[in-house]
Nanobody, 125 residues
Framework: QVQLVESGGGLVQAGGSLRLSCAASGRTFSSYAMGWFRQAPGKEREFVATISWSGGSTYYADYVKGRFTSTRDNVKKTVYLQMNSLTPEDTAVYYC??????????????????WGQGTQVTVSS
């Protein structure tokens, strides 16, 4: 069984930064790509970023590209999302998820089989 636990969310002013962490249990963490998604109130869950099994390849949604960076530490079984230059439009619950494969090309929700409980990020103007 795989469990994912996000942390690091909170309240930040526009222009600020946060770093989210997602700690995973299970022996096969390093074999799978990981992804980040977010869901704002009244909106559908949307893709944010994905990182390949090794961390060597990443892909970002256009609306976070250049501001967000995903990394991973396979020894610690943790994936990170560094978020800079935050805007109120980034306010959402952020989720990490495990992909069904190892590459960095998984964008769709149904390409992920395990999800964390989410962590709230609120950006004030």
């Amino acid at each position: 069984q795989v469990q994912l636990v996000e942390s690091g969310g909170g309240l930040v002013q526009a222009g600020g930064s946060l770093r989210l962490s997602c700690a995973a249990s299970g022996r096969t963490f390093s074999s799978y790509a990981m992804g980040w998604f977010r869901q704002a109130p009244g909106k559908e869950r949307e893709f944010v970023a994905t990182i390949s099994w090794s961390g060597g390849s990443t892909y970002y949604a256009d609306y976070v590209k250049g501001r967000f960076t995903s990394t991973r530490d396979n020894v610690k079984k943790t994936v990170y999302l560094q978020m800079n230059s935050l805007t109120p439009e980034d306010t959402a619950v952020y989720y990490c998820a495990r992909a069904i494969g190892s590459g960095s090309y998984y964008r769709a929700l149904d390409a992920y089989d395990y999800w964390g409980q989410g962590t709230q990020v609120t950006v004030s103007s």
